[in-house]
């Protein structure tokens, strides 16, 4: 079974620059979580959907980060214009129900010039 | 506050010993427990989960924790380590007021000395 595939595993750019982060979770999962990993804050949640619809992105740190759901089958998250300080790897996760565990991606490195 | 604390951001053990690492939660209400491994440069792994079946939970790669409500905890045991171990555990919580959301320890990296 193909797991989340998260695209592109590594993009370097420049600062200013739009970046746009791609997932694809496991077919039949209603959620979808977006994280951030770094070695100073660990793993953060940014933002969650169930069934398409955003239900928490209190952890999206400000408003260049912005996430979408178009359908069940795919989800962005783009940073508008990109900083340095962003430079992390971005997981996105699945999960069948809100008692399941997540999935996991491989992950985007993400390094910001 | 619903938190989760892993203690000892760095654990090392020789190959063969027994592999301890220790998970704490802080809610009135047994959640839904997990532990994943990462290994460098990968995404996180479900290593096993608690969801109020059996306390005494098996997973792959020979791991097993047990979950005991009396001192919230959910530690993390390997009777032998093996090289291949070597990684970064993290334990997560789901609170059943958190819509399905993860609470993520803060992670602890497993060093296996030959």
């Known amino acids: 079974d193909a797991g989340v595939i998260q695209s592109p595993r590594h993009e370097v750019t420049e600062m200013g620059q739009e970046v746009t982060l791609r997932c694809k979770p496991i077919?039949?999962?209603?959620?979808l979580f977006w994280y951030r990993q770094t070695m100073m804050r660990g793993l953060e949640l940014l933002i969650y959907?169930?069934?398409?619809?955003?239900?928490?992105d209190s952890g999206m740190p400000e408003d260049r980060f912005s996430a979408k759901m178009p359908n069940a089958s795919f989800s962005t998250l783009k940073i508008q214009p990109s900083e340095p300080r962003d430079s992390a790897v971005y997981f996105c996760?699945?999960?069948?129900?809100?008692?399941?565990?997540?999935?996991f991606g491989d992950g985007t490195r993400l390094s910001i010039l | 506050a619903q938190s989760v604390t892993q203690l000892g951001s760095h654990v090392s053990v020789s190959e063969g010993a027994l592999v301890l690492l220790r998970c704490n939660y802080s809610?009135?209400?047994?959640?839904?427990l997990f532990w994943y491994v990462q290994y460098p440069n990968q995404g996180l792994q479900l290593l096993l989960k608690?969801?109020?079946?059996?306390?005494l939970v098996k997973g792959i790669n020979g791991f097993e924790a047990e979950f005991k409500k009396s001192e919230t905890s959910f530690h993390l045991t390997k009777p032998s380590a093996h090289m291949s171990d070597a990684a970064e555990y993290f334990c997560?919580?789901?609170?059943?007021?958190?819509?399905?959301?993860?609470?993520f320890g803060q992670g602890t990296e497993l060093s296996v000395k030959p």
């Open positions: 997560a919580v789901n609170f059943y007021n958190q819509g399905g959301k993860l609470i």
């Open positions: 608690y969801t109020s079946a059996a306390t």
């Open positions: 959907f169930n069934n398409n619809v955003p239900i928490d």
């Open positions: 809610s009135s209400v047994p959640p839904y």
């Open positions: 077919s039949g999962h209603d959620y």
């Open positions: 996760a699945s999960s069948p129900h809100r008692e399941a565990a997540q999935h």
